[in-house]
Nanobody, 123 residues
Framework: QVQLVESGGGLVQAGGSLRLSCVVS????????MGWFRQAPGKEREFVAA????????TYADSVKGRFTISRDNAKNTVYLQMNSLKPEDTAVYYC????????????????WGQGTQVTVSS
């Protein structure tokens, strides 16, 4: 059983930056591919970014490419999402996710989900 807890959300002005963190419980963190998803009001949950445990390989949604960066620190059992040049349309609840393969995360079918952290970008 894996538990994911997100933090770092908040209110930020358009053009600003935030760094989200996701702490993962258990002793098998390094074996999981990790990712971030988001869900805006009235919208379905959408993929944001993912990182594998091997290589490592990163993947980004077109809407955040060039602005967001996903990274992981296996020693701290933590995955990060650095968000720069934030836009009002980035406003959403952001969810951390973990999967046994990168494909499961990228395709929106991870094995585990976090509780989410609110990100609000003002104009």
């Amino acid at each position: 059983q894996v538990q994911l807890v997100e933090s770092g959300g908040g209110l930020v002005q358009a053009g600003g930056s935030l760094r989200l963190s996701c702490v993962v419980s258990g002793r098998t963190f390094s074996s999981y591919a990790m990712g971030w998803f988001r869900q805006a009001p009235g919208k379905e949950r959408e993929f944001v970014a993912a990182i594998t445990w091997s290589f490592p390989e990163t993947t980004y949604a077109d809407s955040v490419k060039g602005r967001f960066t996903i990274s992981r620190d296996n020693a701290k059992n933590t995955v990060y999402l650095q968000m720069n040049s934030l836009k009002p349309e980035d406003t959403a609840v952001y969810y951390c996710a973990a999967g046994t393969t990168g494909r499961l995360v990228i395709t929106g079918a991870p094995n585990y989900w976090g509780q989410g952290t609110q990100v609000t970008v003002s104009s």
